[in-house]
């Protein structure tokens, strides 16, 4: 065969390694439908069982390393999601920093709680609404790492729900509808928590009737990404996050491999 041809580079826009949990029904198609042109991504799995629990979620931190070692090995990402805000809650940043780097050395990570903290630091957000799909229990550990922020979290309220294949079936009506009720009228931004349930296409219409960012995690995970590539690709239909100028966005200083 005598076939000329030059190889092409399939995400010049950058590559994110997703690592998902085993039981996560929707976070790769959401960032997938948020990610701009040009941008992929390539997950491998965390090992992980329902119900949702403190206990389960920390039980996760022994196969981080694994997982991540399982990410495009030999080529590399320019940046790595744990993508999952509750197991963030009871992992701990630092910690899912230290795994991720094990495998991945000097790439930079992100997680939920992360994204959405430099998320709502970019709207000058400090009172906050959060709504979940979670336990009370989960809860209390997902309000306590905001308040570890810095943030003020006037209220926080969930579906009580404890496995990721209902929290991916929950309507998108309901997530509205939710998102209005729970969004306190003194808050600064309302922040819809959990990378299984479907809340980044419901932004724009529960933004424009609350009149106010609403930040999600998978929506704060695309974003904080990109400023971690150095990557100003536009995005438009999930929120005004998406919309602040490069100016006043956090940059990162990661140069793409």
């Not at 709502?120 to 309000?143: G, H, W």
Request: net charge negative.
């Amino acid at each position: 065969m005598d076939v000329s041809y030059t190889l092409e580079d399939i995400a010049p826009g950058g590559r994110i390694g997703l690592l998902a949990l085993a039981t996560d029904y929707n976070s790769e198609t959401d960032l997938r439908r948020i990610l701009p042109d040009g941008v992929d991504l390539f997950t491998n799995r965390v090992l992980n069982a329902n119900p949702l629990t403190i206990e389960n979620l920390r039980a996760m931190a022994g196969d981080i390393t694994r997982a991540a070692s399982g990410v495009l090995p030999g080529l590399g990402v320019d940046v790595m999601i744990y993508g999952c805000t509750s197991g963030t809650a009871a992992i701990g940043g630092d910690e899912l920093q230290r795994l991720i780097q094990i495998a991945q050395p000097g790439v930079p990570s992100t997680n939920p709680i992360l994204a959405a903290s430099e998320a709502l630091r970019a709207f000058n957000a400090k009172r906050i609404s959060v709504l979940t799909p979670y336990s009370d229990q989960i809860n209390q550990s997902v309000q306590k790492c905001f308040q570890d922020e810095e943030f003020e979290i006037l209220n926080i309220d969930g579906f009580g729900l404890e496995d990721d294949i209902e929290m991916t079936g929950l309507p998108r009506a309901a997530i509205a509808e939710a998102a209005l009720q729970i969004c306190n009228p003194d808050a600064d931004a309302l922040f819809i928590s959990c990378t299984a349930i479907r809340s980044a296409s419901v932004i724009d219409d529960v933004e424009q009737k609350l009149g106010k960012p609403v930040v999600t995690s998978n929506q704060a995970l695309v974003w904080h990404c990109l400023q971690l590539m150095n990557n100003p690709s536009r995005v438009d239909g999930f929120g005004r996050l998406f919309q602040l100028s490069l100016a006043e966005r956090p940059g990162g200083t990661h140069v793409k491999k």
